[in-house]
């Protein structure tokens, strides 16, 4: 069962553009809803996480839209950069159970 | 400071093998977690360990798996009968414990494993 249903697989972006990221969960208990980063060859790191008490959260070029009705989430990254090339994860917790829900993937390529 | 380090990075074996994965978490981290990661997937949760007990093995896919952490610190995850399709990246993870908030997960690099 796929809890978390990310999209797209793959994104291609001009440097300078918005990438946009798409994340649709099932589970309402879950309340914890971050953003990781992977490079090749190295674990996730996290980027950005949201909260449903909220309905945006930004940090830096990377923001966060969450609409808790329709149970979907999003990452914008402003201004996309080619360091900016990577998989991106979203992902989904229900607190307390500390084990984290993980999305497919989406494998972004910032075109210089 | 050191993060976390997974021992080793690349593990080739033949099917019917054992094998074991290590997992060194940041220093003063309670709690720990195994991930796998297959190709082109999201990372699916295994275990996850307060101290050192397993406070949830939900994901462990059968008995073939099994994970330690004796002293609260380092933690090994041990493949039994190893299959093709165990072959993936498996991840490590730790965190603090602080009750009144979300506890960040740090991600070790990996071990591949390989079934031949």
């Known amino acids: 069962q796929q809890q978390v249903k990310q999209s797209p697989q793959s994104l291609i972006v001009q440097k300078g553009g918005i990438s946009i990221i798409n994340c649709a969960y099932e589970?309402?208990?879950?309340?914890?809803f971050p953003w990781y980063q992977q490079f090749p060859g190295k674990g996730p790191a996290l980027l950005i996480a949201i909260r449903p008490d909220v309905s945006e959260k930004k940090e830096g070029r990377f923001t966060i839209s969450f609409n808790k009705s329709a149970k979907q989430f999003s990452l914008h990254i402003m201004d996309s950069q080619p360091g900016d090339s990577a998989t991106y994860f979203c992902?989904?917790?229900?607190?307390?159970?500390?084990?984290?829900?993980f999305g497919q993937g989406t494998r972004l390529t910032i075109n210089p | 400071g050191a993060g976390v380090s997974q021992t080793p990075s690349n593990k080739v074996t033949e099917k019917g093998k054992y094998v074991e994965l290590r997992c060194d978490p940041i220093s003063g981290h309670t709690a720990l977690y195994w991930y796998r990661q297959s190709l082109g997937q999201g990372p699916e949760f295994l275990i996850y360990f307060q101290g050192t007990g397993a406070a949830d093995d939900s994901g462990l896919p059968n008995d073939r798996f099994f994970a330690v952490r004796p002293e609260g610190s380092v933690s090994t995850l041990k493949i039994q009968r190893t299959e093709r399709g165990d072959s993936a990246v498996y991840l490590c993870?730790?965190?603090?414990?602080?009750?009144?908030?979300?506890?960040?997960?740090?991600f070790g690099p990996g071990t591949r494993l390989t079934v031949l």
């Open positions: 993870a730790s965190s603090l414990t602080v009750r009144s908030s979300y506890n960040e997960q740090f």
């Open positions: 992902a989904a917790s229900v607190w307390g159970a500390q084990k984290l829900v």
């Open positions: 589970n309402t208990a879950f309340d914890y």
